[in-house]
């Protein structure tokens, strides 16, 4: 039997997602908008659906990126990156727009890993934002770019019409042009 305190080995993959697997990542959103009603209140429209209005964009505009998350083969979560910059309304920043990570795969690693991976694969200026309403998230963020930055990047707290909450704000310097991402990782 394993301890709890040893670590486990994951293979962690972050691979584009395909037109085909567009219906994955809706559903996958489903489950992420259904975790975030708990802090910005939203209900389901008719159908049972939250219907995610900007999905489509990710696959017919060339400033947005959709990725799915796998761990060990089995579907993980989802990111989404756009072009934005909360501070001006100005498309010239990656930013992460949703970034899902199942509630089985939290707080081993994932997280932190796949993020990572996705500042790497998109050179330049970041931003990220996180709603006042949501300590995990602030908290979880700080600390994955405090580390990724080796603690250089700015933090604005933003109360307009383009974003309300803290934004860290970064530069990435690292590419890596491979489509898909494969990795073993050991979490700490």
């Known amino acids: 039997m394993k301890q709890e305190n040893e670590a486990k080995t994951m293979n962690i993959e972050v691979n584009h997602a395909t037109v085909i697997e567009r219906p994955i990542l809706r559903h996958l959103m489903e ?5 975030f009603s708990e802090f910005d209140g ?16 990710y696959w017919a505009e060339p400033e947005r990126s959709p990725f799915l998350i796998r761990v060990d083969g089995n579907l993980a979560g989802f990111v989404l990156v756009a072009r934005y910059n909360y501070l001006t309304g100005v498309k010239d920043t990656w930013v992460m727009a949703e970034f899902f990570i199942m509630r089985k795969y939290r707080h081993q690693g994932v997280g932190e890993h796949v993020a990572c991976h996705i500042f790497d694969q998109f050179p330049g200026p970041w931003q990220v934002g996180q709603i006042t309403e949501n300590p995990t998230a602030m908290a979880f963020w700080r600390k994955v770019i405090r580390r990724y930055t080796h603690d250089n990047f700015q933090e604005h707290i933003l109360n307009n019409d383009n974003w309300r909450g803290p934004i860290q704000a970064f530069i990435s310097t690292s590419s890596q042009p491979s489509a898909g991402y494969t990795r073993g990782y050991f979490p700490d």
């Not at 939203?42 to 964009?57: F, K, Q, R, S, V």
């Open 42 to 57: 939203a209900d389901t429209g008719p159908l049972g659906l939250y219907d995610y209005p900007y999905l489509d964009h």
């Open 31 to 35: 489950l992420y908008q259904y975790d």
